[in-house]
């Protein structure tokens, strides 16, 4: 029994990316190539993209080699005002923004219950608790009495006030 060879037609070609195989295929050679920028983009870097949504921006260091119009996106961090946690803060959430800087979203700490703001100063040996700018303390000195009409303050009438 006799077998010929069976080739391909001479008109049918490799696509090289940027551009794809579509219509009749033998072996890895098509029929049709057609260029698909945003298909061999996707292919390069499943993030790439031609638009970057709000908050980001396009990263200029990730670019698609077929076409510089797409590429990654980076986050502006703009919802995280911090560079770093000031005493009296605690830690929301952390962005690392497009230079990879870390930025953060910070909140006042929270002291939990019992620490409260003191009129008249903290009781000699009472915790405190820095909370955003405000310091509370786990208790107060008592408020001082306000005396009857016809009455004086001792301690003011002694500090000569």
């Known amino acids: 029994m006799f077998f010929s060879a069976c080739i391909c037609p001479d008109s049918f070609t490799k696509c090289e990316l940027p551009a794809f195989g579509s219509g009749a295929q033998c072996d890895d050679k098509y029929s049709v190539c057609s260029e698909d920028i945003p298909r061999a983009c996707k292919l390069e870097n499943p993030d790439y993209t031609n638009s970057c949504p709000a908050g980001t921006k396009p990263d200029s260091s990730k670019r698609c080699s077929y076409d510089n119009n797409y ?11 911090e560079t ?23 909140r006042p700490q929270n002291c939990g219950t019992g620490f409260i703001t003191c009129n008249n100063g903290p009781d000699a040996g ?10 509370l303390y786990s208790s107060c000195k008592p408020e001082r009495e306000v005396c009857q009409p016809g009455y004086i303050d001792q301690e003011k009438y002694w500090n000569g006030e």
């Open 71 to 81: 590429g990654a996106c980076c986050n502006t961090c703009a919802a995280y005002p």
């Open 126 to 135: 009472a915790k405190e608790c820095k909370s955003g700018e405000q310091i």
């Open 84 to 106: 770093e946690i000031k005493d009296g803060y605690e830690l929301v959430e952390e962005c690392i923004d497009c230079d990879g800087n870390i930025r953060y979203q910070v």
